[in-house]
């Protein structure tokens, strides 16, 4: 089973990124988890046709009884399994409290044991990697790290923490990063801006995600480009990903 992260500062794409990447995967004939670990609990809508799903901390908040599967996780695109974690009451709270608290009630839980993945997703926020929010780094959650950048400034800044967080840890035999996802805003001299950073890290771009409308279009249909049409280009950047990332599962 693979066990892969994809952390990125805020507003850089990773859910977008991500849930692509689960699309991909999907379509290939691989058994999928996605959970968002992000306060915005929205990783998982262009999977379930732009319908948001409750989050697990909200629905901790509003019942007494701790839930089943079946009233946190729902069954998207491909038969993708989706969670979102969700986040405390806006000024209350820790947000990646919510995440360890979530992973500790998946655990309770069964979910692995219940669904069988061949994949788990997870979606991080990464502009603070705080112990919560580092908890798949560090609690053998995830064994593989994927950071989402672009060139511009605060991208690159929030992917250096992330890989220095990561690095904080090499010794513990916790997860690693396999490399960069470039998700492109068009940002002057981006290519390599980027290089140079990956460079610097000892780290290798492993896909290349050009700006395009058409990830937009079809988002706003609450699909991703893999469901709206597979046969794109951009469809076909996300299946090498999901290829090269799972070439050494067997």
């Known amino acids: 089973m693979k066990k892969i992260a994809i952390y990125g500062k805020g507003g850089i794409g990773k859910s977008t990124m991500t849930s692509h990447l689960a699309a991909a995967l999907a379509s290939l004939g691989y058994k999928v988890i996605q959970i968002g670990c992000d306060p915005k609990a929205d990783s998982t809508i262009n999977l379930l046709g732009g319908h948001p799903l409750e989050p697990v901390m909200n629905y901790?908040?509003?019942?007494?009884?701790?839930?089943?599967l079946d009233e946190i996780m729902k069954v998207g695109f491909g038969g993708i399994h989706c969670i979102e974690t969700g986040g405390p009451t806006p000024g209350i709270g820790c947000a990646g409290r919510g995440i360890i608290a979530t992973f500790n009630l998946l655990e309770?839980?069964?979910?692995?044991e219940q669904v069988q993945p061949d994949v788990i997703l997870f979606d991080v926020l990464g502009d603070v990697v705080c112990g919560g929010f580092?908890?798949?780094i560090r609690e053998g959650y995830a064994d593989e790290i994927l950071i989402v950048t672009?060139?511009?400034k605060m991208a690159l800044y929030a992917a250096n923490n992330i890989n220095t967080a990561v690095n904080n840890f090499k010794d513990r035999s916790?997860?690693?990063?396999?490399g960069l996802i470039l998700n492109r805003r068009n940002v002057?001299?981006?290519e390599e801006k980027v290089k140079a950073f990956a460079n610097e890290n000892h780290l290798s771009i492993v896909c290349d995600v050009p700006r395009s409308d058409e990830i937009n279009e079809w988002e706003d249909q609450g699909k991703t480009v893999i469901e709206g049409n597979?046969?794109?280009p951009?469809?076909?950047?996300?299946?090498?990903?999901?290829k090269d990332l799972m070439e050494d599962a067997s």
Do not use: W
């Open 188 to 190: 002057p001299s981006e």
């Open 150 to 152: 672009s060139g511009e």
């Open 134 to 136: 580092a908890a798949p």
């Open 230 to 232: 597979p046969n794109s």
């Open 234 to 242: 951009i469809s076909k950047i996300f299946f090498d990903l999901a």
């Open 60 to 68: 901790l908040r509003e019942h007494d009884e701790d839930p089943t």
């Open 174 to 178: 916790y997860a690693q990063v396999r």
């Open 108 to 112: 309770d839980l069964d979910l692995i």
